[in-house]
């Protein structure tokens, strides 16, 4: 279910690091959730520089990239992990596309297991033996 959106100013970036920004965000998605690639879906939302305010400024006038990103995760992963999945997806935005990192903005949106679906069906169900296992190791004393 991991899914990641980065909404870009259209034009900013080539296809090479449009590619290079997707397979490693899906790599690292991966990898912080120890989860099979196969789960992973990597997004590219180009917006129209008309159409994206950077400081109250357009960027078709100012020129200024302030890309923005977003993940799904299940309710009940670590906070460490999200946190990881922040900074390093900041970090990537940085690397390929050259982005001032202070310009940089993400967010992590949990959802509960219930509100999700996998081939129609509620993650509730598919996955119960995963969460089950996260909220018995979330509840063991560190």
Not at 53 to 69: K, N, R, Y
Not at 85 to 110: H, M, N, P
Request: with cysteine; hydrophobic share 45%.
């Amino acid at each position: 279910m991991p899914i990641v959106n980065f909404h870009l100013v259209a034009g900013s970036s080539t296809p090479e690091q449009d590619e290079r920004l997707l397979k490693r965000a899906s790599a690292l998605y991966a990898e912080v959730l120890a989860s099979p690639i196969d789960r992973v879906r990597a997004f590219i939302t180009p917006h129209d520089p008309e159409q994206f305010a950077v400081a109250g400024e357009l960027v078709s006038a100012s020129g200024q990239h302030a890309p923005f990103f977003d993940f799904i995760v299940l309710a009940g992963r670590p906070a460490e992990q999200r946190q990881r999945l922040l900074a390093a997806f900041t970090d990537l935005l940085v690397e390929v596309l050259g982005v001032r990192r202070e310009l940089v903005r993400g967010c992590c949106r949990q959802v509960d297991p219930e509100d999700w679906g996998i081939a129609g069906q509620p993650a509730s169900a598919l996955r119960r033996s995963e969460i089950e296992a996260r909220a018995a190791a979330a509840a063991k004393p560190a």
